[in-house]
């Protein structure tokens, strides 16, 4: 592997995650909030712009090698790709960026915000919360979710289509099979979580919700946050601690 530059590195995830969490933050607000060209666009267009997202956020972080997910970071950690300093440095570039991202959504929608009568929906917009509040199914969604996602971008890796977590692997279109992955998942599992399946995207835009002038904002629900959290990096780890078995990529 090519020397990093840790700077380069840094900026690298944080403006590939500012990216993603600006457009999936973007789409949610435009489906949800009051008076917008795309409201009650439903959840699939949601899941299509969360993955357009993922797909931009690669293509501007190549030299990092697009990581932007803690959980996919620890994944990679443990699987050797990626050094313990790479995942630390890169998981505090992601939660920053996602705070960036999120700021830059709300700027974008201010005036729909101000227009926006519901609290929830306001929230909505920057983190994820349960359909049905439960704390252990709502974590074990998330823990499914996410093995899933990590899963799966090893069995890419496997077949030569991705190189996550190496600089200058990615392609113009290799981030593509991971944006179908994320709109998949939100089809199929993201109705009773919202589909975090990234701390840095739960939780940056969370604190920005918490910082951030909206009027009529409400709570910042911190009592959810913990399983956006949890529940991802849990399921990172186990799809690395599976895929050596289950794909067969042990040496």
């Not at 705070?99 to 929830?120: M, N, Q, R």
Request: proline letters at 6%; charged letters at 10%; aromatic letters at 10%.
């Amino acid at each position: 592997m090519t020397e990093l530059d840790p700077g380069l590195y840094f900026l690298s995830e944080f403006v590939g995650t500012a990216m993603l969490v600006l457009l999936g933050c973007g789409v949610v607000a435009n489906v949800v909030l009051a008076q917008t060209k795309g409201f009650a666009g439903g959840t699939l267009m949601i899941n299509w712009g969360w993955g357009l997202g993922v797909f931009a956020g690669f293509l501007v972080s190549a030299y990092s090698g697009a990581v932007l997910n803690p959980a996919v970071g620890l994944g990679l950690m443990i699987a050797g790709t990626i050094t313990p300093w790479m995942f630390a440095l890169a998981t505090v570039a992601e939660v920053l960026g996602g705070i960036v991202g999120a700021v830059l959504c709300w700027v974008s929608y201010k005036k729909h915000f101000d227009a926006e009568p519901d609290a929830a929906n306001k929230l909505g917009v920057f983190s994820t919360g349960p359909a049905i509040r439960g704390a252990g199914f709502n974590l074990v969604t998330e823990i499914i979710a996410t093995f899933v996602l990590v899963f799966v971008i090893f069995a890419f890796a496997d077949y030569g289509d991705i190189s996550v977590g190496v600089p200058g692997g990615l392609g113009p279109l290799t981030g593509l099979p991971v944006a179908l992955l994320v709109v998949g998942i939100g089809a199929s599992l993201g109705g009773p979580t919202g589909y975090a399946i990234n701390p840095a995207r739960d939780l940056g835009p969370r604190i920005a919700h918490a910082l951030l002038p909206i009027a009529g904002k409400g709570s910042s629900d911190w009592g959810y946050a913990w399983i956006p959290v949890v529940g991802p990096l849990a399921g990172g780890a186990l799809a690395a601690l599976a895929a050596p078995l289950l794909l067969g990529l042990a040496a």
